[in-house]
Nanobody
Framework: QLLASGGGLVQAGGSLRLSCAGS????????MGWFRQAPGKEREFVAA????????LYADFVKGRFAISRDNALNTVYLQMNSLKPEDTAVYYC?????????????????WGQGTQVTVSS
């Protein structure tokens, strides 16, 4: 089970850090990722990270603003979000993949957590 937290309401230009804690499943066994879904839109990939945290992959619209990281000892993955924009408003989901992060295409993800709402006001 993956438990996402850390969402909230923030003004444009502000920051939030999302957390995704593994429960009953060590996240160290998986590549981890974050996705988001805005109202009326399809879910989209945001960021992914290899098992050891060496390789990252980002969607173009978050490069330079968001950073994904992990602490396997705490069984937790993070998404640091800076310079937030109103268009970043969405429900954010964490997910785990049995497949490696290779190249520029996110792997398929097998396990999903519940979402956490992020709202950015202008």
């Amino acid at each position: 089970q993956l438990l996402a937290s850390g969402g909230g309401l923030v003004q444009a230009g502000g920051s939030l850090r999302l957390s995704c804690a593994g429960s009953g499943r060590p996240v160290s066994n998986y590549a981890m990722g974050w996705f988001r879904q805005a109202p009326g839109k399809e879910r989209e990939f945001v960021a992914a990270l290899t098992r050891r945290g060496i390789t990252t992959l980002y969607a173009d619209f978050v490069k330079g603003r968001f950073a994904i990281s992990r602490d396997n000892a705490l069984n937790t993955v993070y998404l640091q979000m800076n310079s937030l924009k109103p268009e970043d408003t969405a429900v954010y989901y964490c997910a785990a993949s049995r497949f490696p992060v290779v190249g520029t295409t996110p792997p398929p993800f097998d396990y999903w957590g519940q979402g956490t709402q992020v709202t950015v006001s202008s």
